[in-house]
């Protein structure tokens, strides 16, 4: 004797449907999981290397407290010591945000080059920060040349990435900051290269 067993279809399709549900919620949590350990990286990265750069590595060579800095020749719009810190603190916030959002987006594998340029150009920032303490200030100029122009294809390649074009605009005020910083740099090193009263590395026509 053969018994058949009806199944509502009703009931099926919610079982389906809660099955489908529970396999979601899974993948969001993995998921916010690791856009919760990118972020965390991201920031710790840029503003702990970079915190770690600025506020010790140069602590010494710049500021009031540094008899080098103190009598170099400086330009009417050099700004106070005390903005650089909380400046660059918000220009690296904003940075790792935006290669954060990149990140989840292209991932490091998917599509490379914005994430490539992005780390070239962050690793050129400290690079310059290292030449500025090694007092050599025309080489930290034609340094943060080359970075301008990093950053500059790094923001044109975050806007292009489908559905993070907005990234790029977190990285235009770190833009305008380096375009003052290599006027500063080359008004710095211009009106220092006939100092006498101070060292600043490798001179054009010297």
Known sequence: MTVLIQVNPLTQSRTVASEEMGKLRSISRKEMLINV???AGFLLLIMGVGGIIGGVVMADDFG???PWYRNLR???FNPPNEVFAP???ILYFLMAIAGFSVWTKTGFTKRPAPLIFFFIQLVLNWICFLIRTAKQLFAAFVEIVVLWV??????FFFNSVKGRRWSHILLLPYLAWVTFATVLNW??????KDNPEVDIGYIVGG
């Not at 990093?150 to 923001?155: E, Q």
């Not at 008004?187 to 220092?192: D, F, P, Q």
């Open 64 to 66: 009031d407290d540094s």
């Open 150 to 155: 990093f950053i500059v294809i790094t923001i």
């Open 187 to 192: 008004s710095i090193y211009n009106l220092n």
């Open 37 to 39: 350990a990118g972020l």
């Open 87 to 89: 400046v660059w603190s």
């Open 74 to 76: 400086k330009p009417c």
